[in-house]
């Protein structure tokens, strides 16, 4: 275990522990994925500022006023410093166990007090180039009552996480996206959508009938294995994905700290620039989710709603209800997110970060690849347990063409638990070729490619 790995450990921790403890600190996937990026970025400058690198620059190159090391200094005693005052900037309430690892971390070679210093000094100066960023808060924010317009889950009412962060976040490295709009209601593509997420969604399951199957007991372990809602003793997705980066390197025989370090931290960046880019389009988009979507599918029906002449539309189910994000470890309800369904946040963390990963090893931006064909998730691990307090078995879960059948399997994970319609992860048939400029997978890959070519400098 060298001091890239131990630290990534304690910060994948430290987000697990901060959906945990009641504290609320950087929770829910923003912040998550803002923090580990803060993190990662601290760990990277504190590393290359002492080990200088000869193809890249560090991410603070260059800045007016950017620390130096001395001569001599502790490139883990660096690492250490910068992510434990990193880390205790972003979950104070978990500094008496960040103080314990500290004290436990790896440490070999070099002035351990000058590398101290020096990690200190570079991730307070990494923390105050973020110190605008804005929270995930939504005080002056007002729903629109429009005809498919985001609203609160009715059977869950939450707020709105993060209405502003998008528009008010710089960026950290990548380019600016912007997505084409989803279809909306009357369009073919949405009730191909609608249809689709009703009968695989649904609470409780579907009554099969000719031409349109069930939800399968796979599609339902699927919706599940992919969760990390924010759940109890699991954190969010940013940290699932981390899990998965981390099993690459282990089975691709990645074991340079240089090249972890730098792997870890561009796939990092690439999902707090994620949860940027997404939380943008969906707040521009402001597009309903199913749960709503098919309780008010007629147009009699929502806060606007007008008397109609005939029959209520055919799919409009005012009585549905999803199967919901899993509130695991809980005894919580299964519930809808609470932000805007277009795109879909999962899908672009996960093609963002798993691109970055592709790319890395020289895959193809387009290819399949055998980077890792199996992965155990959280959600499935044996001892996670559902919201009737019921343990799920461990599952193996097999992928035959890596990480490029995750990236879309992560996305269409969310139409079986019926919280996103399958055009928030991409357009329908568009899976494998993600040629339109429509859902989260598509911006997730762009956002991968645009920090790995430009080898991760500032934006």
Same mark, same amino acid.
């Given at each position: 275990?060298?001091?890239?790995?131990?630290?990534?450990?304690?910060?994948? /921790?430290?987000?697990?522990? +901060?959906?945990?403890?009641?504290?609320?600190?950087?929770?829910?996937?923003?912040? #998550?994925?803002?923090?580990?990026?803060?993190?990662?970025?601290?760990?990277? /400058? *504190?590393?290359?500022?002492?080990?200088?690198?000869?193809?890249?620059?560090?991410?603070?190159?260059?800045?007016?006023?950017?620390? #130096?090391?001395?001569?001599?200094? +502790?490139?883990?005693?660096?690492? !250490? +410093?910068?992510?434990?005052?990193? $880390?205790?900037?972003?979950?104070?309430?978990?500094?008496?166990?960040? &103080?314990?690892?500290? *004290? !436990?971390?790896?440490?070999?070679?070099?002035?351990?007090?000058?590398?101290?210093?020096?990690?200190?000094?570079?991730?307070?100066?990494?923390?105050?180039?973020?110190?605008? /960023?804005?929270?995930?808060?939504?005080?002056?924010?007002?729903?629109?009552?429009?005809?498919?317009?985001?609203?609160?889950?009715?059977?869950?009412? %939450?707020?709105?996480?993060?209405?502003?962060?998008?528009?008010?976040?710089?960026?950290? =490295? =990548?380019?600016?996206?912007?997505?084409?709009?989803?279809?909306?209601?009357?369009?073919?593509?949405?009730?191909?959508? $609608?249809?689709?997420?009703?009968?695989?969604?649904?609470?409780?399951?579907?009554?099969?009938?000719?031409?349109?199957?069930?939800?399968?007991?796979?599609?339902?372990?699927?919706?599940?294995? @992919?969760?990390?809602?924010?759940?109890?003793? $699991?954190?969010?997705?940013?940290?699932?994905?981390?899990?998965?980066?981390?099993?690459?390197?282990?089975?691709?025989?990645?074991? &340079?700290?240089?090249? %972890?370090?730098?792997?870890?931290?561009?796939?990092?960046?690439?999902?707090? /620039?994620?949860?940027?880019?997404?939380?943008?389009?969906?707040?521009?988009?402001?597009?309903?989710?199913?749960?709503?979507?098919?309780?008010?599918?007629? =147009?009699?029906?929502?806060?606007?709603?007008?008397?109609?002449?005939?029959?209520?539309?055919? &799919?409009?189910?005012?009585?549905?209800?999803?199967?919901?994000?899993?509130?695991?470890?809980?005894?919580?309800?299964?519930?809808?997110?609470?932000?805007?369904?277009?795109?879909?946040?999962?899908?672009?963390?996960?093609?963002?970060?798993?691109?970055?990963?592709?790319?890395?090893?020289?895959?193809?931006?387009?290819?399949?690849?055998?980077?890792?064909?199996?992965?155990? #998730?959280?959600?499935?691990?044996?001892?996670?347990?559902?919201? *009737?307090?019921?343990?799920?078995?461990?599952?193996?879960?097999?992928?035959?063409?890596?990480? @490029?059948?995750?990236?879309?399997?992560?996305?269409?994970?969310?139409?079986?638990?019926?919280?996103?319609?399958?055009?928030?992860?991409?357009?329908?048939?568009?899976?494998?070729?993600?040629?339109?400029?429509?859902?989260?997978?598509?911006?997730? $890959?762009?956002?991968?490619?645009?920090?790995?070519?430009?080898?991760?400098?500032?934006?």
């Amino acid at each position: 275990m060298n001091s890239i790995l131990f630290w990534n450990g304690v910060a994948l /921790d430290a987000n697990k522990e +901060s959906h945990s403890n009641g504290n609320r600190e950087n929770t829910g996937p923003t912040l #998550s994925a803002r923090a580990l990026a803060l993190v990662h970025l601290a760990m990277h /400058d *504190a590393y290359f500022g002492i080990n200088t690198p000869t193809t890249f620059t560090p991410y603070t190159s260059g800045l007016p006023g950017v620390p #130096s090391p001395g001569a001599g200094a +502790s490139a883990d005693a660096a690492v !250490a +410093s910068a992510a434990y005052f990193m $880390l205790t900037k972003l979950f104070p309430s978990q500094k008496a166990a960040f &103080d314990a690892k500290l *004290a !436990a971390a790896p440490m070999s070679g070099g002035d351990a007090s000058k590398g101290h210093m020096f990690g200190v000094a570079i991730a307070n100066f990494i923390n105050n180039l973020r110190k605008d /960023d804005p929270g995930a808060g939504d005080a002056g924010y007002s729903p629109s009552a429009a005809r498919g317009a985001h609203r609160p889950d009715p059977d869950n009412p %939450q707020g709105f996480h993060a209405p502003y962060y998008g528009d008010s976040a710089k960026l950290f =490295s =990548s380019n600016a996206f912007t997505l084409a709009p989803p279809p909306m209601p009357g369009s073919a593509d949405y009730a191909t959508a $609608l249809e689709q997420v009703r009968r695989l969604g649904i609470k409780h399951g579907w009554q099969e009938t000719a031409g349109s199957a069930a939800r399968t007991p796979e599609q339902t372990v699927i919706g599940v294995y @992919w969760g990390y809602d924010g759940a109890n003793g $699991l954190g969010t997705p940013p940290r699932l994905y981390n899990q998965i980066v981390l099993k690459v390197m282990e089975a691709q025989g990645t074991t &340079d700290p240089v090249d %972890q370090l730098r792997l870890l931290t561009m796939a990092n960046v690439a999902m707090a /620039d994620a949860g940027i880019l997404a939380w943008k389009e969906k707040y521009r988009y402001d597009l309903w989710r199913p749960v709503v979507g098919i309780r008010e599918h007629d =147009s009699g029906m929502g806060p606007l709603g007008s008397v109609q002449a005939g029959p209520m539309a055919a &799919d409009c189910d005012p009585a549905w209800l999803p199967m919901g994000a899993p509130a695991s470890n809980s005894s919580k309800k299964n519930f809808t997110p609470d932000f805007p369904a277009y795109p879909s946040g999962h899908a672009t963390f996960g093609a963002a970060s798993l691109q970055v990963v592709r790319l890395w090893y020289g895959i193809g931006s387009k290819n399949p690849d055998m980077l890792l064909t199996s992965f155990v #998730s959280d959600e499935y691990d044996g001892k996670t347990r559902d919201n *009737a307090g019921t343990a799920r078995p461990r599952y193996v879960r097999h992928f035959p063409k890596g990480l @490029w059948d995750m990236i879309r399997e992560n996305g269409e994970s969310r139409v079986y638990l019926g919280v996103h319609w399958i055009f928030d992860a991409f357009a329908e048939g568009d899976q494998d070729k993600y040629d339109k400029q429509i859902g989260g997978v598509p911006l997730g $890959l762009w956002i991968a490619e645009s920090i790995f070519n430009k080898k991760m400098t500032r934006a």
